[in-house]
């Protein structure tokens, strides 16, 4: 009978590893992210040029129909009196007023969404955004846009501008990481054990 020389009996073979769910997953969130950076930065782009070159912005009165809030618990701040006290910790809170306005402009109505970020140690602001509910009526800038339209300009544009900037390295991070960690092989020992890379030490034959 024939032996295997020991240097090949030793030899580590590789084996396509098998994709389970979690991966998958996380290749769909790493490519969403890209996704949607790079969609963000170009509908935001695309809203600036068409501000910027409007023919017609004025402010007009909206009624609120619906509004919504968000609220997180945000880092410290420089030390005064209008910080929020949470868990003995000096804080304090960011909060997403999303507000669906109705406006009228030369007897049509528009319709969209007003978005403003308020800050708990900035109380008049805060106070006073926080007191709105559906009905109420607030300023906003509208302009017109290259259909004619009217839109409503967003004072968080450059906020969001910033989180998609973000989005498109995670994205692309998370999304690498995925791709490797589906197509890198396992490594099995001829001698019937099998690992994956990077856990237990290598058997060794003395």
Not at 1 to 23: F, H, L, S, T, V
Not at 37 to 55: K, M, P, Q, W
Not at 56 to 62: E, M, P
Not at 161 to 176: Q, R, S
């Amino acid at each position: 009978m024939n032996e295997k020389p020991k240097n090949m009996a030793n030899k580590p073979e590789k084996k396509r590893k098998k994709i389970g769910k979690y991966d998958i997953l996380a290749l769909l969130f790493g490519l969403g992210m890209l996704v949607a950076g790079i969609a963000g930065i170009v509908t935001s782009l695309a809203a600036d040029d068409d501000y910027d070159n409007s023919t017609d912005i004025r402010t007009v009165d909206a009624v609120i129909e619906k509004i919504e809030r968000s609220e997180k618990v945000i880092g410290e701040k420089s030390k005064g009196n209008n910080k929020l006290m949470v868990d003995n910790i000096d804080t304090f809170l960011e909060t997403l007023h999303k507000m669906k306005v109705s406006f009228v402009v030369d007897g049509e109505t528009y319709q969209g969404w007003y978005n403003v970020t308020t800050y708990s140690d900035s109380q008049e602001s805060d106070r006073f955004y926080h007191q709105l509910k559906a009905g109420d009526t607030i300023s906003v800038e509208v302009y017109r846009s290259r259909n004619g339209e009217y839109k409503i300009a967003d004072p968080e544009s450059p906020v969001d501008f910033l989180y998609y900037c973000i989005a498109i390295p995670i994205g692309f991070i998370v999304t690498a990481i995925s791709i490797y960690g589906m197509v890198r092989p396992e490594v099995e020992t001829t001698n019937g054990k099998s690992k994956k890379h990077g856990k237990g030490k290598q058997s060794q034959t003395r």
